[in-house]
């Protein structure tokens, strides 16, 4: 049974980073996936990025390439989502996403333990 715990959240300037953090509790596996999500006001729920803790594979959404960078450290269970560059259209509720699979995609319904989210606005 795996929790999942974000932090990390918050107000920027556009322009500006900030780093989420996502902490995966209860992993009985050597392996597990985890993904970020966001919905942004008036949208849909959209894939942001996600990460394979067994070799580190990682995916972006095309409107973060080059911007945002995932990473995780597997020896605190830990997922990093380090956004740069942030534009008012990254504004939304973000959410992190795990499971006990092997490898990750942004698809929400591959993920059966999710977190309660975290604001993340980005306004001048």
């Known amino acids: 049974q795996l929790q999942v715990a974000e932090s990390g959240g918050g107000l920027v300037q556009p322009g500006g980073s900030l780093r989420l953090s996502c902490t995966v509790s209860g992993v009985t596996t050597d392996y597990y996936a985890v993904g970020w999500f966001r919905q942004a006001p008036g949208k849909e729920r959209e894939g942001v990025s996600c990460?394979?803790?067994?070799?580190?594979?990682?995916v972006y959404a095309d409107s973060v390439k080059g911007r945002f960078t995932i990473s995780t450290d597997n020896a605190k269970n830990t997922v990093y989502l380090q956004m740069d560059s942030l534009k008012p259209e990254d504004t939304g509720v973000y959410y992190c996403a795990a499971n006990s699979i092997l490898y990750g995609r942004l698809l929400a319904s591959l993920y059966d333990y999710w977190g309660h989210g975290i604001q993340v606005t980005v306004s001048s």
């Open positions: 990460i394979s803790s067994d070799d580190g594979s990682a």
